[in-house]
């Protein structure tokens, strides 16, 4: 039993940071590296930019043409015409499983309930017209993840609900709205931004179909020609340091240590913005999602990982401060990746930790800590690397 702990421990979560909301409450603890981007939720074309709203209701602005993409403010209750899903209607969905409503652009609502294929389980997705079953052509152990009809054609999105959370689909399935005759497909080896798929909204001002992917968006025309991509990433204001998305021209590896910022209380921003930008890429690309796991609630287990790169090294030095505020305050948000990094800075510290701690969840931080830094000495002899 550690030094002072407090039997309630601390409550943790990844609530809010990690989901795609359109594929249903599926709340993911295998953090996946998109889940660092915004989770789009809501779309409205105007002529000069596209309104995106995020779940954590936030508004971005994506400007036609140059494809900048800035903050704005909204309100999105009353800005977006779709801001609350209705509730599956009584009776429809099947005790066993999970649903969600969709609503067209023509407002037809759609009722989709999910599929589940993990732990042994084979429960196929399914999905209605107002009370009617629609007869879908993907995968059964996808679901749906966004509807939309456009000239006689129904477009649906997919996703693939798993154990742990929500993954990739087969991206979009197009179908007669009649018949239910398959009459295309387009996934990310096509040239989609990804195939777990956020929105599908008809544009009236341009007479395209917008798709929103866990990477980026397409915009498509009727014959499932990709007439424009763009791919999310996360950048560091060049004048703040604060986080910002910024659209690019083709998918790479999500920059986590922005999204890594936005979950640690780092007192210098700008310089910690600089510091990141010095590290070489391939350093950067080290880092993990379970980084983000560790900052937003202490859910990895330390000894467990690999030490970081030297490379990472110069940011050492702004997670030790917000770590020792932390240990004035409250939060344990630096604390918690402190691990990854491998310097007799961290070692003191943890040792200082174990005999202190304040509550079970810093003890367990600090033991785990010590127990990866004493197997490194064994790997290397006993030795300072």
């Not at 994506?62 to 903050?71: A, E, F, K, T, V």
């Not at 997670?319 to 305050?329: C, S, T, V, Y």
């Not at 491998?342 to 003890?363: C, I, K, T």
């Amino acid at each position: 039993m550690p030094p002072h702990a407090q039997r309630d421990g601390v409550s943790r979560s990844l609530a809010g940071l990690i989901a795609l909301l359109a594929c249903g409450p599926a709340w993911a603890n295998d953090f996946l590296e998109w889940q660092a981007l915004p989770p789009l939720r809501l779309v409205r074309f105007e002529p000069q930019r596209v309104l995106l709203g995020t779940a954590e209701g936030r508004c971005l602005a994506l400007h036609r043409g140059s494809r900048g993409l800035r903050p704005v403010k909204c309100n999105t209750r009353k800005l977006f015409r779709y801001a609350e899903r209705p509730l599956p209607p009584d009776g429809l969905i099947p005790e066993d499983r999970s649903g969600v409503v969709f609503l067209d652009s023509e407002g037809t609502r759609w009722t989709a309930a999910s599929s589940y294929c993990s732990e042994g389980a084979h429960r196929t997705g399914l999905l209605w017209r107002k009370r009617q079953p629609f007869p879908t052509a993907i995968d059964p152990c996808n679901s749906v993840s966004a509807v939309e009809v456009h000239g006689g054609r129904v477009f649906l999105g997919t996703c693939h609900p798993g154990e742990l959370g929500t993954y990739q689909g087969e991206g979009l399935v197009v179908q007669d709205a009649e018949t239910g005759e398959v009459l295309g497909r387009l996934a990310e080896k096509d040239g989609l931004s990804g195939d777990l798929i956020a929105q599908i909204r008809v544009d009236p001002l341009t007479d395209t179909l917008w798709v929103f992917s866990q990477w980026g968006y397409n915009r498509i025309d009727d014959e499932l020609r990709i007439l424009e991509s763009g791919y999310f990433q996360l950048d560091f204001d060049p004048r703040t340091g604060a986080s910002r998305v910024v659209v690019i021209d083709h998918h790479e590896p999500i920059n986590l240590l922005v999204a890594l910022a936005e979950r640690i209380d780092f007192k210098d921003r700008p310089g910690f913005a600089r510091a990141a930008r010095a590290i070489p890429r391939p350093a950067r690309e080290v880092i993990k999602p379970w980084h983000l796991e560790c900052a937003s609630g202490g859910l990895c287990m330390p000894g467990e990982r690999d030490f970081l790169p030297d490379d990472v090294l110069p940011l050492l030095p702004f997670f030790l401060e917000a770590a020792h505020r932390e240990l004035l305050g409250s939060g344990t948000s630096a604390i918690d990746s402190l691990c990854a990094f491998h310097d007799h800075r961290v070692e003191d510290l943890m040792h200082q930790l174990y005999g202190n701690a304040r509550s079970e969840a810093e003890w367990h931080i600090a033991r785990h800590c010590i127990e990866k830094y004493n197997r490194k000495k064994e790997q290397d002899g006993d030795g300072w690397r």
